[in-house]
């Protein structure tokens, strides 16, 4: 028997040799990858809130089969721990770098800009990620559209209260095409604004 399975390995050393190179190499290219075929990913334990910050104890590591893994997806509790969420997860969700609001990002061919709300009572109802209208009266009082379709990217922060600082007035950064982000500008040094929630 051993004589047997010493003339099968010569004669296909070769063979053997070339299998054995493939999966050293597979094995070196996907390091996370386990024998069984899953990698590990960050995932919600509980639904999470958009514009929230993630708190350790809300995710977990689990494997899951790399088939399912999405592109970009978070590997470790303390990179996504502390980040805040650009828009609402479902518990069970696996995180990705686009789920993490690292820092207010407009997008190709769009633009951020601040916008002062003249209407402090709508603050508690936004939330980041949020798809809205952005909208001024004229002199003649006419509602006037500055800019559809904004993209709220970031939330004036609130005192410890939950409350906004006496005097001051609730600013959101919102991404926009170009043009009306300096409609925005150019209204919001003169006035604050309004939203319409799409």
Excluded: F
Aim: charged share 15%; glycine share 8%; net charge positive.
């Amino acid at each position: 028997m051993n004589r047997r399975l010493h003339i099968l390995l010569t004669r296909h050393r070769r063979l053997l040799a070339a299998l054995l190179a493939a999966a050293a190499v597979i094995l070196l290219a996907s390091p996370d990858t386990d024998p069984q075929g899953t990698r590990p990913v960050i995932v919600a334990r509980k639904a999470l809130s958009g514009g929230s910050q993630i708190g350790s104890a809300e995710i977990a590591v689990v494997r899951v089969p790399a088939a399912l893994v999405p592109d970009q997806a978070l590997i470790s509790v303390d990179k996504a721990a502390g980040q805040t969420l650009v828009a609402d997860r479902s518990r069970g969700s696996i995180l990705t770098e686009a789920d993490l609001l690292s820092a207010p990002r407009a997008g190709p061919g769009r633009a951020l800009t601040g916008v002062r709300l003249s209407d402090p009572s709508l603050l508690p109802m936004l939330r980041v990620g949020m798809v809205v209208t952005i909208v001024t009266v004229s002199d003649g009082s006419q509602a006037v559209v500055l800019a559809r379709s904004a993209v709220i990217r970031a939330i004036s922060h609130t005192s410890s209260q939950g409350s906004l600082a006496a005097g001051t007035e609730p600013v959101i950064v919102v991404s926009t095409d170009p043009q009306s982000a300096a409609r925005i500008a150019t209204q919001s040094s003169g006035q604050g604004v309004g939203v319409v929630m799409e």
